[in-house]
């Protein structure tokens, strides 16, 4: 999002979005374990000396790095197409309008209940 975009969103806002504008992402993004195909990728150098179990083991990795750059041009397909047609401020009224969402997605900074009395009810169990 351009700064312009953010602008128009307050703090707690962007809090519903889960949306980190320092970093320009999401907190949680489309299929967000896709990271974890290639965190422990390793690539054997081929030689002379490599067996065909390496060489299997290179074309696993290779497949396991495209799918790993697919899903991350879908990621950003998706991305361009919610930003491009707004739809950030239509899901943001939906999350504020929705009265059966409404105590799934309320920021609490300091409380974790939607309402005193739950906080009350729940204290003796909390705090044993």
Same mark, same amino acid.
């Given at each position: ?6 602008? +128009?969103?307050?703090? %707690?806002? &962007? ?9 320009? /992402?999401?907190? !949680? @993004?489309? +299929?967000?374990?896709? %990271?974890? &195909? ?9 030689? /002379?000396?490599? !067996? @065909? ?76």
């Amino acid at each position: 999002m351009d700064a312009h975009t953010v602008a +128009k969103f307050d703090e %707690e806002d &962007l809090q519903l979005l889960t949306y980190l504008p320092y970093r320009d /992402e999401f907190e !949680t @993004e489309y +299929k967000n374990e896709a %990271e974890q &195909l290639i965190t422990q990728l390793v690539f054997l150098a081929e030689n /002379e000396q490599t !067996t @065909e179990s390496d060489r299997f083991l290179n074309e696993v990795n290779f497949a396991r790095f495209n799918r790993y750059n697919r899903l991350m041009r879908i990621r950003a397909a998706k991305r361009a197409i919610i930003l491009e047609h707004r739809m950030l401020a239509e899901y943001l009224n939906i999350v504020k309008t929705n009265i059966s969402e409404k105590g799934k997605y309320l920021v609490f900074p300091d409380r974790y209940f939607s309402t005193k009395s739950k906080e009350d009810a729940y204290r003796p169990i909390l705090h044993n």
